[in-house]
């Protein structure tokens, strides 16, 4: 198994109790790619993940890595065979070992002294050599976290799988492990998955992100594609707010730049461009982080959305211009 | 019985409360039951320590203490490791795989709890005896005489230690199988993705994982083993609790008995002590909810029928074949019931005072453990010392305190000391589902009944009582049945005419008249089947939540 093989899921599908949790999906994670995997929680995303690491069987379609069948309707490698690291959420150390420990574990095969070389290696790596005697419960959730994965890339493994690893840390702490912990696994060259429900996540490491709901794979593209190019209305809001409006409703000057014929037209906040002057009413504003949303007095009673930049000085009551991004307008046909 | 409530305890006791230091008259009622239920543990300790004259010391060390401590010893040792290897592999399997009947064996292991260790050595000794249905077979099907062939001689210090660890290895089982159910599954998984088979599994991740609390219920299992006195008496093993009794009894030397009552509580101690330093190390699990329930790997036909087979030959073993020995013995020589109805009453009125007597000290303990720190600590070493405390050593305390007061053991004195001895042994047992039941209550219900008007007893009836009837009740029947099953205690200090049903089967067995034996033995065995339905049916219900 050459480790640039990529990680192939060919319209596998698995229920549960009559419940499809993932249903004729295909999917494949490319070497040396993040591949974000995106959905709510009960959309499929895990199994999906199990289904890969040989933690489930398929009931139909196959498994590969490159040309290898790992599951199929006859064939199934245990996951002790896969060489297939794993990082958890809750990053499932082993309590008795210590992080050397627990980065040599897979390194059974090695002579002690290679696998302490090698274990430390990839200690150093993660920026964890202060803490190479310590163990779990006396680190902090990050370095935990970076422990889980130096453990699963130790072995060289031919892909690794991510379920949420950042989601069990804390937010002030998350920016910081997750730059340096998926700079190591792209470093690998090797398929990555990374499982989440942050689409913004999803949207700033990956390379490919697919969406996945009820089961199905909705859409899967670089996060730019799935950003301005949603092909539904469930795909463009996994990975950020959208507005809906009656076509009718929609200003007369911008009916020739909104592309489409559907009734309603959805459109991304940022696809407003809000500037001091007339024409339209501020209803409402609010703060949200490090922008301001605000309400904008529609015609027809339909409000019309859109972020602005803090500092803008837009308040309730003021009037404004507003331009449009007709890019970010998309028109579903269902 | 009195650790498995300790076991399900455990999970409860997370509330501490400052300590506050406060004199006032609610202390006195707990204070008393402090030094009711701690005499008989300190008269035993005292004398012990203090014993002078009468047999030289030379002769007690030399022909009694060190070889009593030894054989008990000895009988502890392999005790330990046949208990280890029935509880630990068999708690990996049903916690792990599936396989035919795994539901069932799950809860069936405790099954032999309700065999106390004489009852188990009665059956034994038949089946395995010259004559019994075992040996006689091996002659049938062989034409070899008794003499051509080696059995295995259950009148040993092995078949003492074989007898113990197949009735209290339920103990270590049930603490194995919490232990590694409660592992992350997310660990065992990433172990395996880590290249690890079933075999690397146990011993790489699992067994050290667990093995804190595995050694911990072991201890309190040996604890118990300790305590034993019926099952080694019947098969003539010198073990500091036979010795204890013979030595007052038959030698008349009482000093001898204190020196091997010291002895054995100090081992005892020991055990319970190391017991509780497991359990305090017991390290911090990481567990997520969405990984735990997944499905058990399943076994292949052929693996899965030796894990059945396994199981079941562990049940048959410590529990169905004694049983239906018993049972066989009793239909065989149509046993009359008719002798049993004054043994059945003074069983019942001997466990109903006892019972009574423990739960509402258990209950007094609990309640007044909330209120002063300083009756928490007294408490809780009191109850350890008594819970500790083999029932020949308190009996032996017991007869130490009636020797120093001039009383004579007879007649209502004779039962005012058993039920005192029964307080001191077995209020630890009650205290601790009450105080779990208690534990779970919220922080705030007491300021809650006392900003609406309600203090102490009206406190306890409206809100107390009712909240941890569950528990009170599992309490109150674990302490009537234990009293039942108690045999040394009740052995040195029952008077004449209150044989209750341990006695006389014992004092049957020992006669070699087991056939009359066994009808009171089965008794016992039906009364502790309830204590170990209700623990397994709670067992199953926090495995299932």
């Known amino acids: 198994m050459s480790s640039r093989a990529p990680l192939i899921a060919e319209t596998v599908s698995r229920s549960f109790s009559g419940n499809n949790a993932v249903d004729a999906v295909s999917l494949t994670l490319e070497p040396g790619k993040i591949t974000s995997l995106i959905g709510h929680s009960g959309s499929g995303k895990t199994t999906l993940l199990r289904l890969f690491a040989g933690m489930e069987r398929p009931d139909s379609g196959r498994i590969l890595s490159g040309s290898i069948e790992l599951s199929g309707p006859k064939s199934h490698v245990p996951i002790e065979r896969r060489r297939i690291g794993l990082v958890f959420q809750d990053f499932a150390l082993f309590p008795h070992l210590s992080v050397r420990e627990n980065v040599g574990f897979g390194l059974k095969r090695l002579q002690s002294d290679e696998r302490n070389a090698c274990a430390e290696r990839w200690i150093e790596k993660l920026g964890l050599s202060h803490r190479i005697d310590a163990y779990p419960h006396q680190l902090s959730g990050g370095e935990q976290q970076r422990t889980a994965i130096a453990r699963a890339l130790a072995p060289e493994p031919v892909a690794i799988l991510l379920d949420e690893p950042f989601s069990g ?11 340096a912990a998926l700079e190591a696994v792209r470093n690998a060259g090797i398929p ?112 019309l959305f859109a972020v602005c930049q803090l500092g803008s000085k837009i308040q309730s009551g003021d009037d404004v211009s507003v331009g449009i991004n007709p890019a970010l307008f998309f028109d579903f046909k269902e | ?197 079933p075999f690397d599994l146990f011993w790489r991740v699992s067994l050290p994982v667990a093995l804190p609390a595995i050694l911990g219920g072991l201890c309190l299992a040996l604890m118990e083993a300790a305590a034993d006195y019926g099952a080694a008496d019947f098969l003539g093993i010198q073990t500091l ?116 007597m423990a739960f509402a000290s258990a209950i007094i303990f609990s309640l007044s453990s909330k209120r002063s720190a300083a009756l928490q600590v007294a408490t809780r070493l009191i109850a350890a010392a008594g819970y500790a405390a083999p029932g020949a050593v308190l009996g032996l305390g017991a007869l130490y305190i009636l020797r120093e007061t001039g009383q004579a053991l007879s007649g209502s004195v004779a039962i005012g000391f058993l039920v005192w001895i029964y307080v001191s042994r077995f209020t630890s047992a009650g205290v601790e589902p009450i105080q779990a039941s208690l534990a779970r209550l ?4 007491d300021l809650a009944a006392q900003s609406l008007g309600s203090t102490g007893l009206r406190q306890f009836l409206r809100v107390d009582l009712p909240l941890i009837a569950p528990g009170a009740f599992a309490a109150a029947l674990i302490l009537f049945v234990e009293i039942l099953k108690e045999l040394p205690a009740t052995l040195m200090l029952r008077p004449f005419g209150w044989d209750t049903l341990a006695v006389r089967a014992h004092a049957y067995a020992t006669d070699e008249r087991l056939a009359q034996a066994t009808l009171p033995s089965l008794l016992i065995v039906l009364a502790g089947l309830a204590p170990v339905l209700l623990l397994s049916w709670r067992l199953g219900q926090t495995e299932r939540t």
């Open chain 2, 241 to 356: 609790g036979v010795g204890i009794i013979r030595s007052w009894q038959s030698f008349g030397e009482p000093n001898t008995a204190a020196r091997l009552a010291l002895m054995l509580i100090l081992i005892a101690g020991a055990f319970l002590i190391a017991a509780r330093i497991f359990q305090g190390r017991r390290g911090t699990q990481q567990t997520s909810s969405r990984w735990q329930s997944q499905e058990r790997a399943k076994l292949s036909p052929l693996f899965g029928f030796c894990a059945s087979a396994a199981c079941s030959s562990i049940l048959l073993v410590c529990f169905a074949a004694p049983v239906f020995r018993l049972v066989w013995l009793a239909l065989e020589n149509s046993a009359s019931a008719a002798d049993l109805a004054p043994l059945i009453r003074s069983t019942l009125l001997l466990g109903a005072l006892g019972a009574a």
């Open chain 1, 169 to 179: 840390l804390d937010p002030a702490m998350r920016d910081q492990v997750r730059d």
């Open chain 2, 442 to 445: 919220p922080k705030n219900l």
């Open chain 2, 1 to 197: 019985m009195t650790l498995l409530v300790g076991i399900s305890a455990k999970r409860g006791q997370t509330r501490f409360q400052m300590p506050r230091f406060s004199l006032s008259p609610r202390i006195i009622p707990p204070s008393l039951i402090v030094a009711l239920v701690g005499l008989p543990v300190f008269a035993a300790v005292l004398t012990g320590l203090t014993a002078g004259d009468g047999a030289t010391w030379d002769h007690i060390l030399q022909n009694r203490l060190i070889p009593y401590t030894l054989t008990t010893l000895s009988v502890l040792f392999i005790t330990a490791i046949v208990m280890l290897g029935l509880a630990v592999p068999v708690a990996w399997l049903i916690t792990q795989y599936d396989f035919p009947g795994r539901a069932v064996f799950s809860w069936a292991m405790i099954l032999p709890l309700a065999m106390p260790g004489y009852v188990m050595a009665y059956a034994w000794a038949d089946l395995m005896g010259v004559a019994g249905p075992l040996q006689s077979w091996i002659r049938e099907s062989t034409g070899l005489s008794a003499r051509d062939y080696w059995f295995p001689n259950l009148f040993s210090a092995s078949g003492l230690a074989f007898v113990l660890a197949t009735t209290l290895f339920p103990y270590v089982y049930i603490i194995a199988r919490a232990a590694f159910s409660m592992q992350s599954r997310a660990s065992i998984e990433a172990a395996r993705s880590l290249g690890a088979r």
């Open chain 1, 192 to 303: 990555s998955l990374l499982v989440t429900h942050d689409a913004k996540e999803a949207m700033v490491h990956s390379d490919k992100v697919a969406i996945i709901d009820r089961g199905k794979i909705l859409q899967t593209g670089t996060p730019e594609t799935l950003y301005n190019a949603p092909v539904s209305e469930l795909a463009a809001r996994a990975l950020g707010p959208v507005h809906q409006i009656k076509r009718s409703n929609l200003p007369a000057e911008w009916l020739s730049q909104v592309s489409g014929s559907a009734d309603a037209v959805a459109y991304r906040p940022e696809a407003l461009q809000v500037s001091p002057g007339s024409g339209f009413r501020v209803i409402r504003q609010r703060l949200a982080g490090a922008v301001s949303e605000i309400e904008i007095e529609g015609i027809g009673g339909e409000s």
